[in-house]
């Protein structure tokens, strides 16, 4: 599975955040450190959804 982030870069490294996941972030001292640690964070991130959905009846819907 694919996810767009966005890359913002700093004298302090870089920070990254996941479109479509609210509060999703991560950083590191270089991008590669930046990406591979947001791959990390959208496991996670993904990991708990899931776990708050477990007992919901989750629905579809289409947004035109």
């Not at 999703?24 to 708050?52: F, P």
């Not at 007992?55 to 035109?64: F, I, K, L, S, T």
């Amino acid at each position: 599975m694919k996810y767009q982030v966005a890359l913002h870069r700093s004298d302090d490294g870089c920070s990254v955040h996941a479109l479509g996941l609210p509060g999703c972030w991560s950083q590191g001292e270089t991008e590669a450190e930046a990406l591979a640690n947001i791959q990390d964070a959208i496991r996670e991130y993904l990991a708990v959804r899931n776990e708050m959905a477990r007992d919901a009846e989750v629905r579809d819907v289409e947004v035109g």
